[in-house]
């Protein structure tokens, strides 16, 4: 089993930065993939960003220049530095891992994006 515990989510001004902190345990080796995920009211989940044990990163084209997500591999943790927010960016963000094939989710982190 794996759990996850985010933070760092809140209120932030456009134009702002924030950083998400997600730290996994549990009885775990090092995880393939993590990534962050975002839920906006009435949207979909979708995919914001993910990174490999290898350090290979994937953004969604929203975010590619404001967002940069980074791991600490041996401690399972995962990073989304966020700057330049903007209002759409709001949401309530999800910590995500692939571990033995199968997804975990964090309780989720709301940011909001607004003057």
Request: aromatic residues 10%; contains cysteine.
């Amino acid at each position: 089993q794996v759990q996850l515990a985010e933070s760092g989510g809140g209120l932030v001004q456009p134009g702002g930065s924030l950083r998400l902190s997600c730290a996994a345990s549990g009885t775990i080796f090092s995880i393939n993939l993590m990534g962050w995920y975002r839920q906006a009211p009435g949207k979909q989940r979708e995919l914001v960003a993910r990174i490999t044990s290898g350090g290979t990163t994937n953004y969604v084209d929203s975010v590619k220049g404001r967002f940069t997500i980074s791991r600490d591999g041996a401690q399972n943790t995962v990073y989304l530095q966020m700057n330049s927010l903007k209002p759409e960016d709001t949401a309530v963000y999800y910590c995500n891992a692939i571990y033995s094939g199968a997804h975990y989710w964090g309780q989720g982190t709301q940011v909001t994006v607004s003057s």
